[in-house]
Nanobody
Framework: QLQLVESGGGLVQPGGSLRLSCTAP????????IGWFHQAPGKERVGVAC????????DYLNTVKDRFIISRDKVKNTVYLQMNNLRPEDTGIYYC?????????????????WGQGTQVTVSS
C-alpha cells in the first residue's frame, strides 16, 4: 500500500502563494498518476490538479487552471502543487492521491492511497 505524505500548507493572505509537496517515503511515485484534491469545510473532496506518470499530461479544475501548477520531480520523488493568487474559497484541506495508471491524467478517476492532508487557509 502506497503511503503518501503532504506538506506545505499554512495561512496565507488573499493573492498570496503556497507550494504543496507530496511524497511517498520508502516507495517510488514514478509509475503512478498523482492528483491534488481539495476538501473545503463541509464539502466533498474535489480534484484540482493531476499529473500523469509520464509527466506529459495534466488535468486541472477550471477554477484553478490559470493559478495552480502541478509538477513532479522524479529525482526527489515528489509531486508539487504551486498555488498562486490564492482566494478565500481555496481554503480547506489538500490531499494527494495516487492511481496506478499510465495514460492521460484525469482528476475525475478513482484514486487511492490518500495522505493525511495539509491545511491551507486563505484569509486576511
Amino acid at each position: 500500500q502506497l503511503q503518501l505524505v503532504e506538506s506545505g500548507g499554512g495561512l496565507v493572505q488573499p493573492g498570496g502563494s503556497l507550494r504543496l509537496s507530496c511524497t511517498a517515503p520508502g516507495s517510488s511515485l514514478d509509475f503512478y498518476e498523482i492528483g491534488w484534491f481539495h476538501q473545503a469545510p463541509g464539502k466533498e473532496r474535489v480534484g484540482v490538479a493531476c499529473i500523469s506518470s509520464h509527466e506529459l499530461s495534466t488535468d486541472y479544475l477550471n477554477t484553478v487552471k490559470d493559478r495552480f501548477i502541478i509538477s513532479r520531480d522524479k529525482v526527489k520523488n515528489t509531486v508539487y502543487l504551486q498555488m498562486n493568487n490564492l482566494r478565500p474559497e481555496d481554503t480547506g484541506i489538500y490531499y494527494c492521491g495516487a492511481r496506478d495508471y499510465r495514460g492521460s491524467a484525469d482528476c475525475e478517476a478513482t484514486y487511492f492511497s490518500w495522505g493525511q492532508g495539509t491545511q491551507v487557509t486563505v484569509s486576511s
